[in-house]
């Protein structure tokens, strides 16, 4: 059993690598269909916590936040560990006749002087947002009282048998420990400890945090807000 967790575990991990890297193209359609159309009102749910002028997007993806940002009026910058997700990225931006900078790096190593940007945000990041090393990276590019702005979920609350279907392959895929709770007392995502642990480091590298429940029609999503101090 042990050996079989294991072997399912570096399959999905080579699955989120494929899907980040060869398979880039596919994401928006992945996107679509895990979230039910929902995916990129999720991430717009950090709009109205951004602030400041200047702007880092962390793990970009194909550019619609970085879109977002421009059409709010802000000085956005985008960062991506991946090249296909960079040309992707590029590509949206020149469509619609946009200019952001676009850098390729890992969020540990931050290429940015420190105090540079008023709000740094990542919607639905990988594993690489609970690493110490991130939030301290973050932690110096924001200036003093800058937000580092978190949607680390959404959920469906509509869709009966799709949304259990959909709920369960967060479950198999590691996204998610279970059926999606919030515990009141915390006002923090109940169903995984990951979370828990992640706000306290997140306390001790010098953010105050807040947890926001958006509610949307038929789902919601949930954004977290650190304040730099």
């Given at each position: ?46 709009l ?11 793990a ?5 936040m970085?879109?977002?940002l ?28 946009v200019?952001?900078?676009?850098v ?6 931050l ?55 959909i709920?369960?392959?967060y479950v ?10 919030v515990?009141?007392?915390?006002n923090?995502?109940?169903e ?5 642990r ?32």
């Open positions: 059993m042990g050996f079989l967790r294991r072997a399912w575990w570096r399959l999905v991990q080579f699955g989120f690598r494929l899907l980040y890297n060869e398979m880039a193209w596919s994401y928006d359609v992945v996107s679509w269909l895990a979230s039910l159309g929902a995916w990129q009102a999720w991430q717009r749910t950090a109205p916590h951004v602030q400041g002028q200047r702007v880092l997007e962390i970009h993806g194909p550019g619609h970085l879109l977002a421009r059409a709010e009026g802000y000085e956005v910058t985008g960062l991506d560990l991946s090249p296909a997700m960079g040309r992707i990225a590029r590509r949206r931006l020149a469509a619609a006749g200019t952001a900078g676009l390729r790096g890992r969020v540990q190593a290429p940015f002087a420190g105090g540079k940007f008023d709000t740094a945000l990542s919607t639905f990041p990988t594993a690489f947002i609970a690493d110490v090393e991130t939030m301290r990276a973050v932690h110096r590019v924001l200036r003093p009282g800058g937000r580092f702005l978190i949607v680390p979920e959404g959920h469906l609350t509509d869709g009966g048998r799709v949304r259990r279907f709920n369960w392959l198999i895929t590691g996204q998610r420990s279970g059926e999606f709770a515990d009141e007392a915390e923090w995502p109940a995984d400890a990951r979370w828990q992640f706000r306290q480091e997140m306390a001790a590298t010098g953010f105050a945090l807040e947890v926001v429940h958006v509610q949307l029609p038929g789902s919601g999503a949930t954004v977290v807000v650190a304040t730099r101090d």
